[in-house]
């Protein structure tokens, strides 16, 4: 699918919410309301001669992310999410790679900074971990300014 169909299908997908939600009553609990939006988030950053390009989707109790460098390769994805009852975390590769290359890492670690499940796709080469490191770091850095990570006092934090 290329991006423009992309980008008309999430438009018309938020026309079809905004019209639902139009029509619904107006909920008390503004938390519950902010959930249920479909946000999407792209940026990039150069650091230390290394472009990092970035895509956050964040759906009502998931968050999917992309993380390309220096290319626009989709690369491995992975699936981590909070499991009973010790509030552990499980990783696997649902495309490519196995469970202890470097997006897994990753992925376990956004569980645990968010609460919620994680769907992460990532082109950052392998046996690199200081440009693992540097991406991770920007995109925890975006998280927390767009208010997706859990406060300190709702659980475990990094």
């Known amino acids: 699918m290329d991006s423009k169909k992309l980008e008309e299908e999430i438009k018309d997908f938020r026309l079809r919410e905004e019209a639902a939600s139009t ?19 792209c940026f990039s ?14 759906f009502p109790k998931q968050i999917y992310v992309w993380i390309g460098c220096n290319s626009a390769k989709f690369g491995h994805m992975y699936a ?18 196995s469970s202890d290359n470097t997006g897994s890492g990753i992925a376990r670690r956004l569980v645990l900074k968010t609460g919620l499940n994680i769907i992460l796709a990532c082109s950052i080469p392998k046996n690199n971990p200081m440009l693992e490191a540097d991406a991770e770091k920007l995109l925890i850095q975006k998280l927390i300014s767009l208010g997706y990570t859990k406060s300190r006092r709702e659980g475990k934090s990094l």
């Open 23 to 41: 029509s619904q009553s107006r909920r008390e609990d503004h938390g519950a309301e902010h959930d249920a939006e479909l946000q999407i988030t």
């Open 45 to 58: 950053e150069v650091l230390n001669d290394v472009t990092f390009h970035f895509q956050i989707i964040r």
């Open 80 to 97: 981590a999410a909070p499991t009973r009852p010790n509030n552990m975390v499980s990783a696997t590769s649902i495309l490519g790679g």
